[in-house]
């Protein structure tokens, strides 16, 4: 059984940054692909970014330029780094990997709260 631990919740400022750090465990192979999704109270689940076993990422588009996500494929392990953090941004935030044959996992969780 496959178990994502997620890393790095907290509260900050407006301007201020965050890392947030998800490891998984008892895998035995790459997964296709790793990432970040969010969820603020009363709004969708959306998908903030990912990494593709190609290398290739995708942000949605109010974090480009703000948020960095780095994969390393040799320990199962994704990174989101999010700078310049806007109160928008304020979400429960949740590491997910994909398998090669179409098996999701999900992390349970961290809290981000960006405010004064």
């Known amino acids: 059984q496959v178990q994502l631990v997620e890393t790095g919740g907290g509260l900050v400022q407006p301007g201020g940054s965050l890392r947030l750090s998800c490891v998984a465990s008892r895998t035995f192979v790459t997964f296709y692909s790793m990432g970040w999704f969010r969820q603020a109270p009363g709004k969708q689940r959306e998908l903030v970014a990912v990494s593709i076993i190609d290398g290739s990422t995708n942000y949605v588009d109010s974090v480009k330029g703000r948020f960095t996500i780095s994969r390393d494929n040799a320990n199962n392990a994704v990174n989101l780094q999010m700078n310049n953090l806007k109160p928008e941004d304020t979400a429960n935030y949740y590491c997910?990997?994909?398998?090669?044959?179409?098996?999701?996992?999900w992390g349970q969780g961290t809290q981000v709260t960006v405010s004064s």
């Open positions: 997910y990997a994909r398998t090669s044959n179409a098996k999701d996992y």
